[in-house]
């Protein structure tokens, strides 16, 4: 199991409001994996876009601070245990800077489809992009890989995607392709002026994390 214990608060209490264009409008039923603090379920909830949310975090302290903002939260490694809940189907499940934490991210995507994803309910990922410029120009120019506490080498990382493979994370014969995308790159930022200007060519070197949203099939 990993260890989280040297992590301070604010890794757990981000409320991931950019993930607002990846959901339906109305949410329904909401699990996240890996809930933190509980802040993103807080803001459905607060929004009115989730009728119900339920939590899992591996950290105890997080998941104590999440019961005051979600219906249920559940300490527990996903990896390791089912969710003791008693409807466990839901509507949208979010899976936000979690999967490159797990051992085996391929079987933790086939569980959830196949055990707690409504047909029709809609994932939504988000994962480190490990062939941003900050990682890349390091390992080929000083031959440098320096893990941190955060960040793109987070020291808790056990996996690491690039656009393709976080792609083909999700390609489950369950889902619907996946649609990915990287933000960031608004006309009136220096990044996406550079970017129009060099037809895309660096945009995954200029991507620090990417969305991916799928749908299950009906």
Not at 3 to 17: Q, T
Not at 112 to 125: A, D, E, F, H, Q
């Amino acid at each position: 199991m990993q260890n989280y214990a040297d992590k301070n608060d604010n890794y757990f209490a981000h409320a991931r409001r950019e993930i607002a264009p990846c959901l339906p409008q109305k949410c329904g039923r909401v699990l996240e994996i890996g809930c933190g603090s509980g802040a993103t379920l807080a803001w459905l909830r607060q929004a009115g876009r989730a009728s119900c949310t339920v939590g899992v975090e591996i950290a105890e302290a997080a998941a104590q601070s999440a019961r005051d903002h979600a219906d249920e939260v559940f300490c527990l490694d996903f990896e390791r245990g089912e969710i003791p809940v008693a409807n466990a189907k839901f509507d949208v499940i979010l899976c936000l800077d979690v999967l490159e934490h797990m051992v085996n991210p391929w079987q933790a995507i086939d569980r959830l489809v196949s055990l707690y994803l409504v047909p029709g309910g809609t994932m939504v990922v988000s994962l480190p992009n490990v062939g941003h410029y900050s990682v890349v120009l390091p390992l080929l120019f000083q031959g440098r890989w320096d893990y941190a506490q955060a960040g793109l080498l987070d020291r808790t990382h056990l996996r690491f995607f690039t656009r393709k493979s976080a792609k083909h994370l999700l390609s489950h014969p369950d889902l619907e392709a996946a649609r990915c995308m990287a933000r960031g790159f608004e006309r009136s930022s220096l990044k996406g002026i550079f970017n129009m200007l060099t037809f895309g060519i660096f945009a995954d070197l200029l991507t620090y994390q990417y969305y991916l949203t799928v749908c299950k099939k009906v």
